[in-house]
């Protein structure tokens, strides 16, 4: 099966907090690419990251790190010292890339509230 | 660089009338366009992939006579919902698929509000 599982419905935070986004994939593939997208109430999907399977190393952006785990079939997404803007639904999305399979799987989205 | 635009933003129809939500890649061709449908607060669910010149592949569950969808050229692909009833009110984006294919990044317009009444 190919499937992403984000396991956190909505998360509330105060401004400042660290906060980790998880996701939680399965896939029969060997090659896969996984993505992180932003999508705020305006509703307009925004990139944040893609990460073949081939490359765990961690990332970090800013303010932004992914945490790419293959063991544990896992990409967690964490927000250090969050802020207000931040607020907004974040879908974590699988791609396999073998066997001509060109679908994007998303994952349900973790809702992520920052108050001031 | 690849920029996807949606035309229009936000519609609202009556029942039983067609509408047609245009997508457009700006500045690459997009051989490929897929194009989702969200239900509020849920996530971002695959309708159909459209590929210029041919048939558009539908989901199971999508009916195709109701989600009408073309893909005339390399940077144009409609989704017409035809005979529009309230429970097709949703969020629909499309997406374009960039030059790189094996990574199978994708481009996401904007989005469209479809509010039949």
């Known amino acids: 099966a190919q499937k992403v599982t984000q396991a956190q419905t909505e998360i509330s935070v105060v401004e400042k907090e660290d906060v980790t986004l998880d996701c939680v994939y399965e896939t029969r593939d060997t090659t896969y690419y996984l993505f992180w997208y932003k999508q705020p109430p305006s509703g307009e999907l925004v990139f944040l990251i893609r990460r073949n399977s081939f490359d765990e190393q961690n990332e970090i952006s800013g303010r932004y790190s992914w945490n790419f785990q293959k063991s544990t079939s896992s990409f967690n997404f964490t927000i250090t010292a969050s802020q207000v803007v931040d607020s907004a639904v974040y879908f974590c999305a699988l791609r396999p890339i073998s066997g001509g399979y060109n679908k994007l799987i998303f994952g349900a989205g973790t809702r992520l509230a920052v108050h001031p | 660089g690849a920029v996807v635009s949606q035309h229009p933003s936000r519609v609202i129809c009556k029942s039983g009338t067609s509408v047609k939500i245009e997508c457009r890649s700006l500045?690459?061709?997009?051989?490929?366009m897929f194009w989702y449908r969200q239900f509020p607060k849920k996530s971002l669910m695959l309708m159909a992939t459209?590929?210029?010149?041919?048939?558009?592949?539908?989901e199971q569950g999508v009916e195709k006579d109701k989600f009408l969808i073309n893909h005339a050229s390399l940077t144009l692909s409609t989704l017409t919902v035809t005979s529009a009833h309230p429970e097709d009110s949703s969020f629909y984006i499309c997406?374009?698929?960039?030059?790189?294919?094996?990574?199978?990044?994708?481009?996401f317009g904007p989005g469209t509000r479809l509010t039949v009444t």
């Open positions: 459209s590929n210029e010149g041919s048939k558009a592949t539908y």
């Open positions: 500045d690459f061709q997009a051989t490929t």
């Open positions: 997406s374009a698929r960039g030059r790189d294919r094996a990574s199978g990044e994708q481009y």
